[in-house]
C-alpha cells in the first residue's frame, strides 16, 4: 500500500536551515508528482512545494520561494525539502504526499523555529 514517512524536523533558531526527507513506498515514485505540505497550529493544511516525476519544473509557494528548494531521488523513493532563512512562522508539520495519492498522508514532522 502506498505509504509516505517523513523526517528531519527539528527545533531551529530563525534564520537557521533544515533539511526534510520523505521516503514514498508503495508505487512506481519515478512516475508520479511529489509535493510538500504543512499545517501550522491551528490552521488548514497548505501546499509548500510541487516537483515532477522527473526532478524537473519545480513550483513554490509564495512565502516560501527563494527560501525553499525540493528536490528527489528516484533511485532512493525520496523527496527532500531543504529549507534555509527559516522564520517563526515556517513552524508546523511538514507532511509530503502525491497528488495521485491524495487521501494518504504520513505522520509528518515537527519544524519548530523558535529562539
Known amino acids: 500500500q502506498v505509504q509516505f514517512v517523513e523526517s528531519g524536523g527539528s527545533l531551529v533558531q530563525p534564520g537557521g536551515s533544515l533539511r526534510l526527507s520523505c521516503v514514498a513506498s508503495?508505487?512506481?515514485?519515478?512516475?508520479?508528482?511529489m509535493s510538500w505540505y504543512r499545517r501550522a497550529p491551528g490552521k488548514e493544511r497548505e501546499w509548500v512545494a510541487q516537483?515532477?516525476?522527473?526532478?524537473?519544473?519545480?513550483n513554490y509557494e509564495d512565502s516560501v520561494l527563494g527560501r525553499f528548494t525540493i528536490s528527489r531521488d528516484n533511485t532512493k523513493n525520496t523527496v527532500y525539502l531543504q529549507m534555509n532563512s527559516l522564520k517563526p512562522e515556517d513552524t508546523a508539520v511538514y507532511y509530503c504526499?502525491?497528488?495521485?495519492?491524495?487521501?494518504?498522508w504520513g505522520q509528518g514532522t515537527q519544524v519548530t523555529v523558535s529562539s
Open positions: 504526499n502525491s497528488p495521485s495519492f491524495p487521501d494518504v
Open positions: 508503495g508505487f512506481t515514485f519515478s512516475n508520479y508528482y
Open positions: 516537483i515532477s516525476n522527473g526532478g524537473n519544473w519545480p
